[in-house]
Nanobody
Framework: QVQLVESGGGSVQAGGSLRLTCAGSVITPGIRCMAWFRQAPGKEREGIGTLYTVLGSTLYAASVKGRFTVSRDNAENTLMLQMNALEPEDTATYYC?????????????????????WGQGTQVTVST
């Protein structure tokens, strides 16, 4: 029922940066995990980064670790994805997701079935 809305996508050159935002109910009752997923045409959807709101812990996919950062604003109303050192392989539609706590070792999982609410996605294109 919760509708998440992503924004901030666009086209950038390799090595550039983008910041995606997800406007949604971070403090919605029952919501404890927030995540970013992405999907390229013809590819499976993959988890990029997660945030466990209880502990503030984040987890990243190996492909983006050190380049992407998941965070939330001070009011805890918006989920952020700061993307630096972008590569052509990062080209995809990026989705924000939220759900009840589904954790392992204090981190929200990457499994998409763990997330009940999804945004419509925002396109990110990285050129050479």
């Amino acid at each position: 029922q919760v509708q998440l809305v992503e924004s901030g996508g666009g086209s950038v050159q390799a090595g550039g940066s983008l910041r995606l935002t997800c406007a949604g109910s971070v403090i919605t009752p029952g919501i404890r995990c927030m995540a970013w997923f992405r999907q390229a045409p013809g590819k499976e959807r993959e988890g990029i980064g997660t945030l466990y709101t209880v502990l503030g812990s984040t987890l990243y996919a190996a492909s983006v670790k050190g380049r992407f950062t998941v965070s939330r604003d001070n009011a805890e109303n918006t989920l952020m994805l700061q993307m630096n050192a972008l590569e052509p392989e990062d080209t995809a539609t990026y989705y924000c997701a939220a759900g009840p706590p589904s954790t392992r070792g204090g981190y929200c999982v990457f499994k998409e079935e763990a997330y009940k609410y999804w945004g419509q996605g925002t396109q990110v294109t990285v050129s050479t």
